[in-house]
């Protein structure tokens, strides 16, 4: 390799810094955009929040296979095994939806803080 | 200052050459590292995306929700105890509420239908008329304007005009509902005039909540009333229960990634001792060799972290986090198709950086030490 080669070849600390400053760029721009598109975020939100405010809803309408993984906050206590004392859970979304935690006695007051 | 400067980037030069001198090895280690960072990023990212979605959304829920229980189980309440519950200081107005659950078999998916309330306007519903959330307008490609028939478990069918659908911003929480009439949702459901789903109440001072709820536990002792704390702390339960369950998963190949990076630094190739030793044996310091290797680990750790954390953030806001959609719908016909808002919360970042470059660092740190205090003359043996 010849030394003009050598000297035109960019430095090693240069290659990384470079590389490093394009993903941060990018990085940032995703956050700016972000950003940007804040107001209309909040927008939209809004109009979920007061579509639920009118309706009354009280749980995401994420799981529809069950009643308590459509409305976790609304099932039966212990609401898993509702359907057999000793039955096993039939829905794959009952793996991911947790029991109801802080509802203590099932009246008011128990779990509260 | 500059000439501490210049030795940096002299070493960084170095371990730059280091690493191109072993690319298919590093560019590897570096692709995995990425992915691991990737999948934590895409878990926390969706994680948090959705909790906050859901929580702003919901943030303005019944303050208490009564239902009759009889035997343990959900009852129909009654307008007597209607009646009883409206005679309580405190409480303000008490909704009564129909809603309930409908298997269609035509869309293979279950419903919310649901009453909207006669204070509602902008849902108010003539009989015949129906209001479909985005997820059941998909399942049944319905369009305002067309019929929209439902059949009851009793054979009793329902048949109904889209009046409006329910807009896609509001589908994380609308989804699966369709609205009827009062009238429609009795006679279909064979419901008696003064029964209803449960009650919704608005309390005066929503510090009394818990007070009211308890007072009100009181003079109906067959009713369970859910506030709105419970409501939320039971979504909070639930997105974090499965996000946790999530990086539990993942914390194995976290773990299998921790172990790899420590047996490729403590198992040095020949030639990385080697090098090593000849550094040493020209004069190099045994710290210019760790901060030389440190430098390696960072330009290693740093473009991994990056380039997953961008990935992740594509992945999640751009692709609605795709590759996790099978896993997440589960049985859920009309899984809400909502866009995710990405929130910058630096907290989070830098939990993902903790979680991913610290366990490296301290992986490669301690076995380059070990090689590079020891005798140049016999490492290079």
Same mark, same amino acid.
């Given at each position: ?27 940032? #721009? ?6 940007? #598109? ?13 579509? #639920? ?7 995401? #309408? ?8 459509? %409305? ?17 859970? %039939? ?15 099932? %009246? ?6 | ?23 298919a090895k590093n560019l590897g280690l570096t692709l995995v590292y990425a992915l691991v960072v990737f999948l934590l ?26 239902? *009759? ?16 519950? $409206? ?17 269609? *078999? ?60 329910l807009p896609q911003a509001s589908a994380l929480v609308s989804s699966d509902l369709v609205l009827v009439a009062e009238a429609d949702f009795r006679s279909f459901f064979a419901i008696p005039a ?15 909540? *818990? ?75 045994? *710290? ?81 030490? $070990? ?11």
């Amino acid at each position: 390799m010849t030394s003009a080669s050598l000297a035109s070849r960019p430095r090693g600390s240069t290659l990384a810094a470079l590389s490093t400053c394009g993903l941060v760029l990018a990085l940032g #721009a995703l956050i700016a955009a972000a950003l940007l #598109a804040r107001p209309a975020t909040e927008a939209r939100r809004e109009s979920g929040r007061a579509l #639920a405010r009118e309706l009354g809803l009280t749980d995401p #309408a994420l799981f529809g296979e069950a009643r308590y993984t459509r %409305h976790p906050s609304q099932a039966d206590l212990a609401s898993a095994f509702q359907d057999a004392p000793t039955g096993l859970d %039939h829905f794959p979304a009952g793996s991911l939806v947790a029991a109801p935690r802080g509802f203590g006695t099932g %009246h008011i007051g128990g779990g509260e803080e | 200052m500059g000439a501490r400067f210049e030795r940096q980037r002299h070493l960084l030069d170095f371990a730059v050459a280091s690493l191109a001198r072993r690319p298919a090895k590093n560019l590897g280690l570096t692709l995995v590292y990425a992915l691991v960072v990737f999948l934590l990023g895409s878990v926390m990212l969706f994680g948090s995306a959705i909790r906050r979605e859901a929580g702003v959304m919901l943030a303005d829920a019944p303050e208490i929700v009564a239902q *009759s229980m009889v035997m343990g189980r959900h009852d129909l309440a009654t307008g007597a105890d209607l009646e009883a519950l $409206k005679g309580l200081r405190g409480i303000r107005r008490v909704e009564p509420r129909l809603w309930g659950y409908l298997w269609d *078999s035509a869309g293979a998916a279950n419903y919310t239908v649901m009453v909207p309330s006669p204070s509602d306007a902008a849902h108010a519903l003539a009989s015949g008329e129906a209001i479909v959330g985005e997820g059941v307008a998909r399942a049944r490609k319905l369009a305002v304007g067309k019929p929209f028939f439902l059949v009851s478990p009793a054979g009793k069918f329902l048949r109904t005009r889209i009046k409006a659908i329910l807009p896609q911003a509001s589908a994380l929480v609308s989804s699966d509902l369709v609205l009827v009439a009062e009238a429609d949702f009795r006679s279909f459901f064979a419901i008696p005039a003064d029964r209803y789903t449960d009650f919704a109440i608005e309390v005066a001072n929503p510090r009394e909540v *818990s007070t009211i709820a308890e007072k009100a536990s009181v003079r109906l002792p067959t009713y369970r009333f859910v506030t709105r704390a419970d409501m939320h702390r039971t979504l909070e339960a639930l997105f974090s229960w499965r996000e946790g369950l999530a990086l539990a998963l993942l914390a194995a190949s976290l773990l299998a990634f921790v172990i790899l990076a420590f047996d490729k630094a403590s198992g040095l190739s020949a030639e990385e001792r080697r090098e090593i030793g000849i550094l040493k044996a020209i004069g190099w310091e045994t *710290s210019d060799v760790i901060r030389m290797k440190l430098w390696e680990g960072t330009a290693i750790s740093g473009t991994a972290f990056l380039a997953g954390l961008l990935a992740a953030w594509v992945h999640v806001f751009f692709f609605s986090a795709g590759l996790f959609e099978p896993v997440l719908k589960g049985w859920s016909t009309l899984w809400p198709r909502f866009p995710l808002s990405p929130e910058v919360d630096a907290l989070e970042i830098a939990t993902l950086a903790l979680l991913t470059v610290v366990p490296y660092t301290a992986a490669v740190v301690v076995p380059i030490w $070990k090689t590079a205090v020891t005798d140049p003359d016999a490492v290079m043996r």
